[in-house]
Structure formats: structure tokens, C-alpha cells
């Protein structure tokens, strides 16, 4: 993600890998001069807004024990529920209906947001080949929608586009098998434009 | 939809109201000769391919008395199961996980797929002024999912998509959600358009 001026902290349960990767990702565009370092999963969970980059099944047992740390944050859901079935990945709705929702369950005073799902990642981790996607944002809470909105906003080449309250989310996560799908039948790495807006 | 050269028997209940539907549709395009004329759903089940317009709680009910009539065709299935909860609609999750999945499953001997969710009825129906969508085609027999390919192909400014078996359709269905969020959202008519492929 190519957002000027924005700083980040990398967190994992490995310390020393997120730092690894993070001065890796900062050498391979020094002319960006990018603020990301890296950190255990409690120093990113000091941001401002955090983002869940995890697989989706260590979504909540990542955010568990930070709850606490959490609490009033923005806490920004972008997996999806996907498990292989035969030949594809297939969404599975889950007791809550999404990841968002389980996360919002597990952190009842954090404002979870839904957004970044559809975008594929090697094209997100090139900074030089531009992306021009839609970014579905969904959230309860207003001003968390906001935050998120403005943060895809600053990312070059996406356009974030509300989606309404986080029972969306579901829908948003399951679509992700979809361009899944159409991604292994093409070759392809698809995103989501949605047109007439 | 303008499509060039397709027979189009319009099927209702109603048989009556369909002539009447079928001869103004005619008459609203002279110029492009539209071979579509009313009958009751009988007269449409008929058809080599058959779509299946109704809302998605009609769906079953309406393919049920048809069930011999529709063995071994191709049935589209275009609906999505949404209900107003709040503000918004939402996607809810049947038994069977999504609409085709239900009709296959009262359909047994009948070849369903699923296409054409996304699409704003508004701009199908007016010829003059082109879409640029893709339709996400879903389908477990390879030759009906050619079918309707080919005939979503047929169709001015719409690109099909094969989006994978029909246990992906809950994925598509859900997603009509998303895109009436977002329609509602920014007064617009949304489509969806697959960037990178």
C-alpha cells in the first residue's frame, strides 16, 4: 500500500520477523522514505487504527488478548471465511455471519470496520504498477467508517465506497470466493470496479 | 435485453398480462424487430433456456408444477434471497445456501445456473443505452454454463464471467446486497465490472 505519510507498525507474534519484513518492504522503495517498522502484535495494537491482515481463523485468537489495548480503537476486518472444498475456495458463513462480526463479538468496545478484501496482494505490494480498485466499506459506527474510508482514500489508485453496516460484511467477505474463482479460471488477479458511480 | 436473434417467450401467471407486457416491449423498439411474445409459464418453460425472473421467494413455488417440463434444460436462476432488516436489505442464507442451489435441488433433472444478480433492471431494459457489466456465471453441468454464457455474450455491453460451481452462487447472490447498499448509498445504479481480467 503506497499511503504518503502514514506511519505504520508491522505487528506478529515474531517480533523479529516483522522487523525483518519491514525493513525489507522500507529498502525496496527507498524513494518513498515509508514509516514502517515493525513489532510484536501488542505495539501495532497501539496504532490508532488497526488493520487484520491475519488468515481468517487467527483473526480472533490474534485480537483476544488485546482486547483491552483495543477498546475504543478502530479495529479494520479484511478476511474472509474461505476454505477449500474439491477444486475451490468456498465462503463459509460463520456463527456471527462474518469475521467482522466475530471480531466485533470478541471486542465489544472497539469500533471493527470491514474493508480491503478484494484486493489482490501482489498487486497492493507493488507500489510502482497501479491498482484501481473499489474498496467495500461497512461499519456500524459512523465515524470508524470515516476513518476507514479516509485511510483506503489515501491509498493510491482505490476508491473506497460505502457499503453500509457491518451485516454487510458477510456478504462483502463471501464475494472474496468469487473473484477467487474467476482469478484461477482467467490466470488472472481480479478486483471489484462496480460502474454507474 | 437486446438480444439479437433470441426468441423470447415472456411466462406469467398471468397470461393475459404477459401478452400485454411481451406486445409493449415490442412496440417500444420497432426498429429492432424484438421476437418476444407473452404466454402463461407453462408456454415459457417451453424454451430451450429458461430464466427464471421472479422474486426469489416466488422462485420455488413457480418452478415447482414445471418440474417434468424442465428436465434437462438449462434454468437460470437470477435471484438473490434479501430482506429488509433496518434501513438496508440484506442477504439471508437458505437452507440449501442459495436460490439455484434451492431450484437444482427441486429441480433435480434440470441443468440450473446462476447469472445475471447484479445488474440494474432499469438499464437492462433500456436498449438504447449501453451497460458495461460483467455477469458472473455460476454452474455445475459444463454445457449449461456454456449456454448461458453464450447467452449473456448475446447480450449488448455485458461480459460473462465463470465464477465456478453453483455452491459459489450464495457468494453472488449475497453480493446483490452490497450492491443496493451502495446504489441506496450514492443514488446511483451499480454494476459490478472485474478490473484485471
Redesign the interface.
Given at each position: 500500500m503506497a499511503a504518503a505519510g502514514i506511519e505504520v507498525t508491522l505487528g506478529s507474534r515474531d517480533r523479529a520477523r516483522a522487523e525483518t519484513i519491514a525493513a525489507e518492504v522500507v529498502e525496496s522503495w527507498p524513494e518513498r522514505r515509508l514509516a514502517i517498522r515493525g513489532s510484536d502484535n501488542a505495539g501495532a495494537a497501539a496504532a490508532d487504527v488497526v488493520i487484520l491482515g491475519t488468515p481468517w481463523d487467527s483473526a480472533l485468537p490474534t485480537v483476544q488478548p488485546l482486547r483491552d489495548q483495543l477498546a475504543g480503537k478502530v479495529v479494520i476486518s479484511m478476511a474472509a471465511a474461505l476454505v477449500r472444498?474439491?477444486q475451490?475456495l468456498?465462503?463459509i458463513?460463520l456463527g456471527r455471519g462474518s469475521v467482522a462480526a466475530t471480531l466485533q463479538a470478541a471486542l465489544p468496545e472497539s469500533r471493527v470496520t470491514a474493508a480491503f478484501h478484494h484486493l489482490?496482494a501482489e498487486?497492493l505490494s507493488n507500489l510502482d504498477e497501479g491498482?484501481?480498485?473499489d474498496v467495500?466499506v461497512c461499519a456500524d459506527d459512523a465515524s470508524a467508517k470515516e476513518t476507514t474510508m479516509a485511510l483506503v482514500e489515501a491509498i493510491e489508485g482505490l476508491r473506497p465506497?460505502?457499503?453500509?453496516?457491518l451485516?454487510?460484511a458477510?456478504?462483502?467477505e463471501?464475494?472474496?470466493?468469487?473473484?477467487i474463482?474467476?482469478n484461477?479460471?482467467?490466470k488472472?488477479?481480479?478486483?471489484?470496479?462496480?460502474?454507474?458511480?
Open positions: 472444498v474439491g475451490q468456498q465462503a458463513t489482490p498487486d491498482l484501481f480498485a467495500l465506497l460505502d457499503a453500509g453496516r451485516t454487510q458477510q456478504a462483502v463471501a464475494f472474496t470466493a468469487v473473484c474463482a474467476v484461477i479460471r482467467y488472472a488477479r481480479t478486483y471489484v470496479r462496480m460502474g454507474g458511480i
